[in-house]
């Protein structure tokens, strides 16, 4: 059965080819996000030989992640092309040159990921699954990519993400707001995909707009506002937008309108080969 809420993968391209020079000036939330989930690197002992970051975006975490881990290879993946040049513009042009910098640059979707199996030491991904029209494809793929030892590491929203727009825009059958899957539901399929240890938590962001309009402008300029497969495809009239805008005004605090944003963040290891006392494999073997 098809759902109308699933990400239409073609519309997310083509937003956020559009979204690629004006993302940098708009993604507040999204280097505030990336900026935490960083920090948490440090809580983890690992060095990397290849490090995928998936859905690089304009390259802002490759840029800390080129800092922190200087001898891996980095290889920034995007489903946007435009993102792509974005981020390959931000590697000194001398090193662009002699092509060095260690990094590399692949368009790709993160449910087919163009990668051969058991090569990657870190999956990285700020606030790029939930563009996944099957989240569980994700993982699959994660899962296959990393070497076992390797870490997954992720952000992504939650479903009481843009709440208040949601409640907004409600009342006429269309749909106005991404979809976003629960926290509780996305470590079941991590675990599902075969990590182990999978640690999630989750935190509530706020950012506060003058008016409805400016939030909607800056979800446009990061290639974010609504992809859903069932979308209403006309233009919104001005009547609804009107609509909308009133009844947003109910969440007016301090002469500001909040817009919540429930970020998840989410790393699990793929598990080491299993074995025997005498060094042998342990092959788990399942009754029908």
Not at 80 to 92: F, G, T, Y
Not at 179 to 190: P, Q, V
Not at 218 to 245: P, Q, S
Not at 260 to 276: M, N, Q, S
Request: proline share 5%; net charge positive.
């Amino acid at each position: 059965m098809n759902d109308a809420s699933v990400p239409d993968k073609h519309q997310v391209r083509r937003s956020f080819e559009k979204a690629a020079s004006t993302y940098n000036h708009a993604a507040v939330l999204q280097r505030e996000v990336c900026t935490r989930a960083l920090e948490r690197l440090d809580l983890v002992k690992l060095d990397p030989d290849a490090i995928i970051d998936a859905g690089c975006g304009t390259g802002f975490a490759a840029q800390a992640l080129r800092k922190r881990y200087p001898r891996a290879t980095l290889v920034g993946l995007d489903i946007a092309p435009a993102m792509l040049h974005a981020s390959r513009s931000r590697i000194p042009r001398w090193k662009r040159w002699i092509g060095s910098g260690g990094e590399a640059f692949v368009c790709g979707d993160n449910e087919r990921l163009p990668i051969r199996s058991g090569c990657v030491d870190m999956l990285w991904s700020n606030l790029a699954f939930q563009w996944a029209g099957d989240l569980t494809t994700v993982f699959a793929e994660s899962q296959r990519v990393l070497r076992p030892g390797g870490l997954l590491m992720f952000t992504t929203f939650g479903p009481d993400t843009l709440k208040e727009l949601r409640a907004a825009s409600a009342g006429d059958g269309k749909i106005h707001v991404n979809r976003f899957i629960d926290m509780h539901d996305i470590g079941d399929m991590m675990i599902g995909a075969g990590f182990a240890d999978p640690v999630m938590d989750m935190e509530y962001l706020t950012l506060t707009y003058t008016d409805v309009r400016s939030l909607m402008r800056e979800l446009k300029a990061i290639g974010a506002h609504n992809v859903a497969a069932g979308r209403d495809r006309g233009l919104t009239g001005k009547r609804v937008l009107k609509e909308i805008e009133l009844r947003y005004e109910a969440f007016r605090q301090d002469a500001r309108l909040p817009a919540t944003f429930e970020v998840i963040y989410g790393h699990a290891w793929k598990p080491l080969p299993r074995t025997g006392p005498g060094g042998r494999p342990v092959i788990d073997i399942k009754s029908g």
